[in-house]
């Protein structure tokens, strides 16, 4: 009976050290997607004041059958034009897939005509028609998945 009790003593011990091991692997993945979009946002040169750049960050979303969530984010409140663009060169540049926040090009309708804005940052009026997508947190999460078994290796052991 004492070497049932071992076994289920130690398949115990394994099954926590797992649940820790996945825990720490989606930790990592999130601590490697930071440093991912930051890399992609001065990439795609999309640093103009620096706030998407360092509202890039993660935090943990919970424990999820026997693992845990962590979430990459951005609470930069302009960070979804800059991942989908806008405008008409926006729709002629668009993001790989726009069915992941519905989004719509040109909803003022200005087409070909463009807009002036108004920049704080110099004090003066400019002219666009739309910018295009820099999907930067689209292509952290591909990158990601190209490097998923490298980390896990690091967090399990080869």
Known sequence: MSSINNAVK???KYQAEITYKCQKLAERLAEEGVYIARVKIAEYDAIYTGELLASINYEYGGV???GAKWIVYTGCEWAPF???GTGIVGSQNP???TTLANWKYDVNEHGEAGWWYFND???KWHWTKGMQS???MYETGQDLRKIIQKIAKEVFGS
Do not use: K
Request: aromatic share 12%; hydrophobic share 30%; charged share 45%.
């Open 64 to 66: 999820i059958q026997d």
């Open 121 to 123: 940052r110099d004090g």
């Open 95 to 97: 993001h790989p897939d």
């Open 82 to 84: 800059v991942e989908f």
């Open 134 to 136: 820099r999907p930067f």
């Open 10 to 12: 130690e398949l115990r």
